[in-house]
T-cell receptor, first 113, second 113 residues
């Protein structure tokens, strides 16, 4: 199974907040990332958090990290139709080769008017 | 503008044929990666290369081959030995420094007829 787990689908109304959750298994992860993929396109980095941080805020995005529970979340405030996409959680491990990220299956976010 | 260029974006192949997907980057990144994406699954690593003339197998290398003759280029060949080659293929690169962020190309969709 996946080392990084995410729920597969989230529906949210425009203007509401979205929360996407992720669990990971490797306690030695150094960086955790959130990527966004629009249809038929590559992945774009949205934000990342270093493993010694609990929270990171970047405009409408808030990342929360609970190392004890190995739980990562991404909150998108004031969700817009342009936020409809697949969101991937990923982790990198210090002991592993750099750049070899472990990805979750992705959460499809659908924003309805 | 710096970036990663994948070509072709769409490719159709008959069973039994080999096909090569191109990936070129002008970001001066040392490391390059090939991932495969299937619906409802995360990205799975096929091959990666951290320096010229050297590459390593990822998690699903069987039926694929790569070369890294130049820093800028990392082509992927999908051989006839690959049992289920229809997928979306993503190329990525990174400096290997700092946050380890991966930069992705726009992807190539391969369909076997």
């Amino acid at each position: 199974g996946e080392d990084v787990e995410q729920s597969l689908f989230l529906s949210v109304r425009e203007g509401d907040s979205s929360v996407i959750n992720c669990t990971y298994t490797d306690s030695s992860s150094t960086y955790l990332y959130w990527y966004k993929q629009e249809p038929g396109a590559g992945l774009q980095l949205l934000t990342y958090i270093f493993s010694n941080m609990d929270m990171k805020q970047d405009q409408r995005l808030t990342v929360l990290l609970n190392k004890k529970d190995k739980h990562l979340s991404l909150r998108i405030a004031d969700t817009q139709t342009g936020d409809s996409a697949i969101y991937f959680c990923a982790e990198s491990v210090l002991s592993d080769s750099w750049g070899k990220l472990q990805f979750g299956a992705g959460t499809q976010v659908v924003v309805t008017p | 503008d710096g970036g990663i260029t994948q070509s072709p974006k769409y490719l159709f192949r008959k069973e039994g044929q080999n096909v090569t997907l191109s990936c070129e980057q002008n970001l001066n990144h040392d490391a390059m990666y090939w991932y495969r994406q299937d619906p409802g699954q995360g990205l799975r690593l096929i091959y990666y290369s951290q320096i010229v003339n050297d590459f390593q197998k990822g998690d699903i290398a069987e039926g694929y081959s790569v070369s890294r003759e130049k820093k800028e280029s990392f082509p992927l060949t999908v051989t006839s030995a690959q049992k289920n080659p229809t997928a979306f293929y993503l190329c990525a690169s990174t400096t290997g420094l700092g946050t380890g962020e991966l930069f992705f190309g726009e992807g190539s969709r391969l369909t076997v007829l």
